[in-house]
């Protein structure tokens, strides 16, 4: 069998990664010329960091990010909503890391180039058009084609293969929210191993660490506000720089005791806006021998540090498919029923602030603030919230611990 990943992003290399260790093999083909360690910070959750674990890649996680301890979620006065723990001091058996984006994509990539063998990582391959049947398909470049048994698009929000087969679809959604993200090195705090939502939907600022250096901590963080109907807004590129006059004004007077947002935001060497948006879920992924993989099949908010962690468990799930089914179109039907419907409840839970709902909540009920949580929330509430989305994302602890491994060979 020879699969073509259409996609050089952490889908498709953990897809050729994946594919390889089942004896599967594999090209990968990436639009640009050169792949540069672009983005900011991510988390990966422990079903995520277990997938890359069993590939060999925990050296490299631990390498190259941190293991928050916990995730604490605030008011827009720095009023504690709820705190839990998370990875390892949470009871799972992996830990969550949380990285720059562009340092796990470099070390996906490298992994890639040494255990596919050589020229099986072709650049500057810009696709235009596919062909797929039952048996086989072919992939048309700017310059080029290329023949597969199986195609896996995993060529992001704005794919190639789910326009030609979505045709009316048109842009991704828009929720009229801006996010501005940056990394900036500032002191470390709350014990330097805490990540942080505070605000509420309207107006947000997440921030977590993402590495250490000389005593400080190198902090990841996002800006978040909403704008009314009617806003103009340009084609979403995680690489636009960004002016911090257009927001800094909002949070100038977010300095709580344990956390300085305003002196974060100007410490930010470069600063990148994205209107946050994702697409609808779709009635299905497969054509023939072409499917979909991560942000191709299922853009979704990045509410929940979900966006990289469902695709690597789509590269998981799809590679384990191919090798253990009969034949090729039971093992992308079975891909799809296995992560198609779970996507598309995590799109349509994000939509909906996800876990982040405790902050929209508190806001509601209390938007002076608070003496005391449990008179605007109670435990038994926040419990609950946070229990049902670690359930529909897959990621539940018990589940996850005791669950079988995807790997092969």
């Known amino acids: 069998m020879r699969v073509a990943v259409i996609g050089g992003g952490i889908g498709g290399l953990t897809a050729a990664l994946s594919l390889h260790a089942a004896g599967i ?22 079903h995520a960091v277990r997938e ?13 990010g ?39 994509q470099m070390r996906l990539l490298a992994a890639a180039e040494a255990r596919l063998g050589r020229g099986r990582i072709h650049l500057g391959r810009r696709t235009v058009r596919f062909e797929t049947g039952s048996g086989g398909g072919a992939v048309h470049f700017a310059t080029g084609s290329a023949t597969a048994d199986v195609i896996v698009a995993a060529d992001g929000i704005h794919s190639a293969a789910r326009a030609q087969f979505y045709p009316d679809e048109g842009l991704p959604k828009w929720n009229r929210r801006i996010l ?20 509420h939907q309207d107006q947000k600022f997440v921030c977590y660490p993402i590495a250490e250096s000389g005593g400080g901590s190198e902090i990841n963080w996002i800006a978040e506000l909403s704008f009314p109907e009617g806003h103009l807004w340009r084609r979403e590129d995680w690489n636009r720089p960004a002016d911090i006059s257009d927001f800094l004004p909002a949070f100038q007077s977010w300095r709580f005791p344990w956390l300085d947002v305003p002196g974060i935001i100007r410490a930010a060497n470069h600063v990148f806006e ?6 609808d879920p779709l009635p299905g992924w497969t054509f023939g021998s072409l499917t979909l993989l991560g942000d191709a099949a299922h853009p979704m908010f990045p509410i929940g540090s979900n966006g990289a962690s469902q695709a690597i468990l789509d ?47 508190a806001e509601t009920r209390a938007p002076q603030g608070f003496d005391d949580i449990a008179e605007v929330i109670s435990r038994a509430e926040l419990e609950e919230i946070a229990a049902r989305y670690k359930t ?11 669950r079988p491994s995807l790997s092969v060979g």
């Open 25 to 46: 093999e594999v090209d990968v083909y990436e639009a640009v010329a050169e792949i540069k360690p672009l983005g900011v910070g991510i988390n990966l959750l422990p």
């Open 52 to 64: 890359l674990t069993e590939l060999g890649l925990a050296g490299d996680l631990a390498a190259i």
């Open 66 to 104: 941190l293991a928050p301890t916990e995730l604490i979620y605030a008011n827009k006065f720095g009023q504690e909503i709820w705190r839990e723990a998370r990875g390892l001091a949470a009871g799972y058996k992996w830990p969550q890391i949380s990285l720059h984006r562009g340092k796990l």
């Open 180 to 199: 501005w993200r940056g990394v900036s090195m500032a002191p470390p705090f709350l014990g330097g191993r805490a990540m942080v939502m505070a605000g």
């Open 274 to 279: 994205y209107p946050m948006v994702d697409r």
């Open 315 to 361: 590269a998981r799930t799809l590679a384990f498919e191919l090798a253990t089914r009969p034949d090729i179109t039971a093992a992308l039907a079975s891909y799809e029923a296995a992560r198609r419907p779970a996507t598309a409840k995590i799109v349509l839970a994000n939509r909906g602030n996800g876990p982040e709902q405790v902050m929209q909540i």
């Open 392 to 402: 529909l994302a897959g990621f539940d602890r018990e589940t996850l611990n005791n």
